[in-house]
């Protein structure tokens, strides 16, 4: 049977089943190929969903089975002492739910468009390498004009750069209602300065109102980021269901979910407007100066800079991965949606995993290292799966390189909060951005010329290489942290009094 349609003496409308061995490198890989006759003469294959169902059924399992562990891990997360504590401070609690409810529209916002960026310009008939230029454009913006944020930041006030945030951001996604490059192009620039004050102003603010207005202890930091992540993951996985209803099963289309996300910022700036308080950082230096300043803070104090090297590589890796992840497991046609929703519960179970870890006496800088060294181990494995062709080892990895992702929010929050002079704060976190955004832009585009790093393989190599020095780097920074620091007067169990009680 299966000669006679090799031969084209099968007749139409036949259906032929024959089992096919493929070779790829030195993996033999076994699946049944049904073949339809559509003429006498011609026909095609179609591969049988052999491959692609155990694919499925294992994202599907491991989605079901991580949203279990992430749910009871979030249980014992929440009665570790510090949450307890803290949950108990009706003022705590009410200052922390006025952070969190413009925060999460922000992120929210930001997460309902990332799902549909490559696909809105693809819609509009871009080439790759057009979209590739669009992304570098993004990237390079955060690193020319978003360092200046945090200063403007730091002498103007946070409030007004939150503000301004929700302006800019609510323009950025107008723009992509345009076909023209141009305007495309213009929303890119505004977008990566809009990530940057999302990613610095925010956090300076709460801090600074944290520690100087409220008088909170600084152990309590860590609650709140580690909630912060958690929630983040939620967030994201809800986003996702939101934009594909909008776009696909709604039918409006991949520039619906740049629509929807207007709204939750305009919520959010009204909100930042009636009820966030001013404040500030170093007000008495020009624009100029405190950028200098800032960068003088990181060069010339090994603690500051140390905490910086381990951020920018750690999540220079983080941004290579999330344009990696795709074509690496899209041989087996998963569910991309299943995938990213996976990754987003690791980063929950991460994050609960900090909470319990914190409770158990480990510190937050070791935390730290051991999230780096997750990352390391998962890159690893990814050198070897994706030359192996190892779809299933490289998704377990990524799992893995998730839930390390989980516990490194919570931990570098923290510890940028306790070694970040204030004055300085929003414009230091900028500054560490740099690097980032300038390894990542450089990834992408020897990646797409096909230059030096020609393969996923060796992409995967050079980020372990990246981490293995992040944990060299992570080492000494735990020295010299912990060296440097002062016990707190009070246990967990001995929480002061905030000035809101006395």
Not at 244 to 263: D, H, K, Q, R, T
Not at 335 to 345: D, E, K, N, R, T
Not at 416 to 436: C, D, H, K, Y
Request: aromatic residues 16%.
């Amino acid at each position: 049977m299966w000669q006679r349609v090799k031969e084209g003496r099968a007749v139409a409308g036949e259906v032929v089943w024959h089992t096919a061995v493929a070779r790829h490198n030195w993996c033999r890989l076994r699946e049944v190929v049904v073949v339809v006759v559509t003429e006498t003469v011609d026909y095609f294959i179609v591969p049988q969903i052999g491959k692609v169902v155990i694919m499925e059924a294992l994202i599907y399992g491991s989605f079901t089975v991580l949203a279990l562990v992430a749910l009871v891990f979030h249980v014992f997360a929440m009665k570790t002492k510090s949450q307890i504590s803290s949950a108990n401070n009706p003022h705590f609690k009410r200052f922390q739910h006025s952070f969190f409810l413009v925060y999460f529209m922000a992120l929210f916002s930001d997460w309902l468009q990332g799902p549909y960026v490559y696909k809105l310009y693809q819609h509009y008939g871009y080439a790759s390498n057009q979209i590739a230029l669009l992304y570098v454009v993004g990237f390079a913006s955060s690193v020319v004009f978003g360092t200046t944020t945090g200063p403007l930041a730091d002498r103007f006030g946070r409030k007004k750069m939150a503000l301004t945030f929700c302006v800019m951001y609510s323009f950025c996604c107008l723009t992509k209602l345009s076909s023209q490059f141009f305007w495309l192009f213009l929303g890119r620039v505004f977008g990566g300065i809009s990530t940057s004050m999302l990613f610095s102003t925010f956090e300076s603010w709460y801090v600074y109102e944290h520690t100087e207005t409220h008088d909170f202890p600084s152990e309590w930091l860590t609650v709140t980021f580690s909630k912060a992540t958690f929630w983040n993951g939620v967030l994201a996985i809800n986003a996702g269901v939101f934009s594909n209803i909008f776009a696909e099963s709604l039918g409006y289309g991949p520039v619906s979910p740049f629509m929807l996300s207007i709204p939750f910022l305009v919520m959010a700036g009204l909100i930042i407007l009636k009820t966030w308080k001013e404040n500030y950082g170093n007000q008495s230096l020009n624009l100029r100066r405190s950028c200098m300043d800032g960068l003088r803070s990181i060069l010339f104090n090994e603690t500051i800079l140390y905490l910086g090297i381990v951020q920018s590589l750690f999540e220079a890796n983080m941004y290579i991965f999330v344009f990696q992840w795709t074509p690496v497991l899209g041989g087996a046609n998963p569910p991309l949606g299943m995938v990213f929703a996976s990754f987003m519960v690791c980063i929950m179970i991460g994050s609960s995993l900090y909470s319990i870890m914190l409770a158990k006496k480990f510190t937050s800088e070791q935390l730290l290292v051991f999230a780096v060294m997750l990352a390391t181990i998962a890159m690893t494995i990814c050198i070897y799966s994706t030359g192996g062709g190892y779809l299933y080892l490289s998704f377990l990895a990524f799992l893995i390189l998730e839930v390390g992702v989980g516990m490194y929010f919570p931990a570098i929050g923290y510890l940028r909060s306790q070694v970040i002079p204030e004055e300085l704060r929003a414009g230091i976190m900028n500054w560490f951005r740099v690097p980032t955004n300038i390894i990542t832009c450089a990834s992408l585009l020897l990646v797409h010329n096909n230059t030096i790093i020609s393969s996923t393989q060796a992409m995967f190599t050079v980020c372990t290489v990246m981490l293995l020095v992040a944990i060299i780097i992570s080492l000494r920074f735990v020295r010299l942290f912990s060296s440097n620091k002062t016990p707190l007067p009070q246990s967990e169990d001995q929480v002061p009094l905030t000035k809101a009680e006395l």
